[in-house]
């Protein structure tokens, strides 16, 4: 039995594994068992900039931001499984040993963002002021969108859960054959089966005008959401 904590999920989740053994008399016939379950809790915290758009009207061109998000993930993992073997050996000659594994691995997770929509502030009639420009792009400034930030969208949130899972299994069969002084023959056959999936993936996603400002030119960029407009189309 174990336990691992995670910090920033604030979670202690259990491991446990088991094997078992066993053998006749004879020891002509053996089995192995072992079976494991894990889970765990995952969060990942992040701000990301989703690539850039030339968001000068004129000949020139100024790169700014096209999403700044800032995102959460959080993720519960369970892991299933067990495998056996069996070995017999009827004769000095001749052996058989059967092998078989399964495991299910359930991965659901919640993805939510909560993203300042530069391009389509500015791509449906918003602005770009108070601007730091490096070389083409504008590290910092300030974005609203429609008349002022009060109208069509500057901030979007979106959130979306999958409910998603794999599953393998796979058995074997190996069969050798002593037939004659330092000659042996081994014959193999074996079925394996994957399958993942993501069953359902409900998503949501709310918008709202507003303005917005930023700054990259850190070590992680900064944005600061003073004003925004619930409701507005």
Do not use: C, M
């Not at 968001?55 to 700014?64: E, I, S």
């Not at 495991?103 to 939510?112: E, I, L």
């Not at 400034?141 to 796979?170: C, H, K, M, P, W």
């Amino acid at each position: 039995l174990q336990a691992v904590h995670t910090e920033l999920a604030d979670q202690t989740d259990p491991q446990a594994t088991a094997l078992v053994s066993w053998k006749n008399s004879d020891e002509t016939l053996g089995l192995l068992a072992a079976a494991i379950y894990q889970k765990r809790e995952i969060r990942r915290d992040g701000v990301e900039v989703l690539g850039y758009f030339d968001a000068d009207p004129g000949p020139a061109v100024v790169d700014a931001p096209t999403h700044i998000g800032s995102a959460l993930f959080e993720q519960e993992r369970i892991r299933t499984g067990g495998n056996v073997a069996v070995q017999w050996r009827p004769s000095d000659d001749l052996e058989f040993n059967l092998t078989g594994l399964y495991t299910k691995f359930d991965a659901d997770n919640v993805n939510a963002s909560y993203i300042a929509w530069g391009v389509r502030a500015i791509g449906n009639g918003g602005t770009l002021t108070n601007t730091t420009i490096q070389g083409n792009t504008a590290v910092a400034g300030t974005i609203s969108s429609l008349n002022g930030g009060t109208e069509d969208f500057g901030v979007v949130y979106d959130a979306i859960q999958r409910f998603a899972e794999t599953n393998t299994a796979n058995i074997d069969l190996l069969t050798t054959w002593d037939f004659a002084d330092d000659w042996s023959a081994s014959f193999r056959v074996g079925y394996t089966k994957a399958e993942g999936d993501t069953s359902a993936q409900p998503f949501v996603e709310l918008g709202a005008a507003g303005t917005f400002s930023y700054d990259l030119r850190g070590n992680t960029p900064q944005v600061a959401v003073p004003r925004v407009i619930a409701g507005a189309t």
